[in-house]
C-alpha cells in the first residue's frame, strides 16, 4: 500500500490541531468556521486514527437527528477511510448504522440525538467509547444536551485521552447558546475558526470559489455569515449587553443587591423563579439562581427551592393571587405580587437594556441565559418590525422584570421580609 501523508489530507490551518490532538493534550474541539473550511473531515480523519492507535477504541457520532445520519456524516466517514486506504478494512452498516473492523471488531457508531438517553443503552461489546463527534452543533438545545450523552458513553475504567468533537457553522447571533458556549474557557478545551481561505483552492473546485465571491460582490453581509462564519447579527435582537459567563460560589456570595423574582407557570409555560444581584456603580445585573421547569407545581416548586430563598423576599406575578397566598401561609415564604400597568413591560425590558451588562451564569441559569441571549423583535409578513416586544419564551424574563421592579423606579431598596421557616428543610 502507497505511503499516505497525513499532512496532505489536512489543511494548513488545522495542522496545529492536529498535532494538539495526536499528542493527547486536549478533551473537547471545538471546531467552527464557514462553508468550505473542510473542519467536517478533519474529524472524520482524525477519529478512524484514533481507533487505530487503540484496538480497545470505539467512536460514537452524533447529529440532532436520525435522520440526518444517512447523508451527511456517513459519507464523510466512508470518505475518511478510502483517504486514509484503509476503507476495504471496515464493514459499513445502517440497520443498525454503524462501521465495524473487520478484524478489530472496533465500531463507530451514529446515531441521532432525537432522545439524549438513547446513550445509556449503548454497548459496542468491549473496550469503551474514545471519541465522539457531534455535527452541526448549533441545531441541539443546548450544552445540556451533549453533557446527557456524554456522560453516558463516555465510561470505563481503563478508558484514557478520549476526545471530544464539535463542528458547526455559527449562528449569526453572537448570543446564541452555541457562539457563547464557545467563548467560555475550559480546561483542556480547543477552540479553532477555519474559512475556505486557507484551504487548497483545488481541493474546492473553481466552481466553489466562484460562488464564494459572486455572494461576495452581490451580498457582504451573507458572504461573511456563510463563508467567513462571522457573527454578524440579525439586527432583532432585544439584549445586546448579554454576557454568559461561569461564576464561582465566591464571586456569587460576595454579590450585594440580592432581589427575586417568580413567574408562574405548570402545564405548557414553564415555572421560572430567578435570583438576582445588582452592582449600581457598574450598572451591572447579575443573573446566579433559577429553578425552573413545565409540570411544576406549588408544592413542588417550594420542594425546590432553598430555604434562603424563601425566606428572602420574592417578588411574583400578580396574576394568581392565591397561589401567592399560599406560598406565604402554607409554605412560608417572604412574598409579594408584583406590580403590573400599561407600559410596564416595555418600561421593563428598557431599564433592562440600558444596564451596562447583564451577566447571567448559564450552568446556575439554563433558561435564563436561553432566553435572554434569543429573545428578538418579530417582523410582520411583509419584513417591518413589530415594535411590540414578543409575549413568548419571556417567562424567566418577566420574572427578573419582577425581581427587580423597585430598581426601576428608583424606589429604595426594601428589606427582606423573613419569616420563621419550618423545621424540615426541604432543600
Known sequence: MAQIEL???IAPSFHDVHKAIKNGEVEEVLLKGGRGSTKSSL????IPLILMKDPQAHAYITRRYDSQLRDTVLPQIEWALRKLGVYDQWEIG???MQATNKRTKQKILFRGADNPEKGKSINPGFGYIKAFWAEELDQFGGMGEIRTI???IFRGENAKGQVAFFTYNPPKSNRSWVNSEARMPRERRLVHHSTYLSVPKEWLGERFIAEAEHLRNV???AYRHEYLGEEIGTGLEVFSNVELRAMDDGEVAALDEVRQGLDWGYAVDPVCMVRTAYDRKRKTLYIVGEVSGVG?????????VPAEWKAHLTTADSAEPKSIDEMRLEYGWSIRGASKGPGSVEFGVKWLQEREKIVIDPTRCPLAAKEFINYALEVDRSGNVVSKFP?????CLDAVRYATADLMVGEPRHAPVVIPMPTQSHW
Open 150 to 152: 456524554l456522560q453516558s
Open 296 to 304: 411544576i407545581g406549588n408544592r413542588v416548586l417550594n420542594n425546590l
Open 7 to 9: 499532512l496532505d489530507l
Open 94 to 96: 445502517t440497520r443498525p
Open 219 to 221: 451580498n457582504p453581509d
Open 391 to 395: 409575549d413568548k419564551d419571556n417567562h
Open 43 to 46: 474529524v472524520s480523519l482524525e
